[in-house]
């Protein structure tokens, strides 16, 4: 008998959000990879698995998943290179990413401990992806 689920899904290494977070003790301090959206804003940076508009400001976005703080934030080629809002104030950055790095559960994390895990990325790839435009027939 096996003693625990088997994951076939990813790639070595790779996992999904929902794997993640239902066993995030089983990940703590290994590498793993992960694709999802990253969102950088402020006292804001995030890895998710999905953006939704929040509803206060037309096209603007925010994360709308759990998801571990970035520790140390982004590759600065791939920073420059997300995208750019600023409707809402301070400017925000977030795009689709496939990050690898060390993933850490436990403690608390981030801008004033307020997240359960974070990951320290030691790679980072920028996913195509184009956010979908409001609908403009309401």
């Not at 790639?11 to 793993?32: H, M, N």
């Not at 970035?70 to 104030?89: A, H, T």
Request: glycine residues 12%; contains cysteine.
């Amino acid at each position: 008998m096996l003693a625990g689920p088997i994951y076939t899904a990813c790639a070595p290494g790779e996992v999904t959000f929902r794997q993640l977070f239902a066993e995030p003790d089983r990940f703590s301090g290994k590498t793993i990879s992960l694709e999802g959206f990253y969102f950088n804003g402020f006292e804001a940076s995030i890895f998710c698995e999905e953006l939704k508009l929040s509803g206060y400001a037309e096209g603007h976005l925010v994360p709308a998943s759990e998801g571990p703080w970035v520790n140390g934030g982004v590759p600065r080629d791939i920073y420059d290179n997300l995208y750019i809002q600023k409707m809402m104030g301070p400017e925000e950055r977030y795009g689709k990413l496939r990050i690898t790095g060390v993933f850490e559960y436990g403690e608390r994390y981030g801008h004033m401990g307020a997240y359960s895990s974070q990951i320290t990325v030691s790679e980072a790839e920028l996913l195509p992806w184009t956010p979908q435009q409001p609908d403009d027939n309401g």
